[in-house]
């Protein structure tokens, strides 16, 4: 699945997708659970979304409303 995510809406600059199952490692508290939610994050300090689908946290980040 390609992944293409809007730029950032308040700086502008190119955001990170992180998260996932991939990027997950067991702990003590969190042995078995399989993955980290994605978050979408920006280095001007925005922070976006929990989800558990990658799908769904690309749709919601890069639903925006157009300027007329």
Known sequence: MEINLKPCP???R???LCG???NWQPTFYDPDSGG???TI???CGISFGWFYDVEEIVE???R???DV
Do not use: S, T
């Open 10 to 12: 308040k700086c502008g």
């Open 14 to 16: 190119e955001v990170e």
């Open 20 to 22: 996932g199952p991939e």
């Open 36 to 38: 980290d939610p994605y």
């Open 41 to 43: 994050n920006c280095e």
């Open 60 to 62: 919601e980040w890069n």
């Open 64 to 66: 925006r409303v157009e």
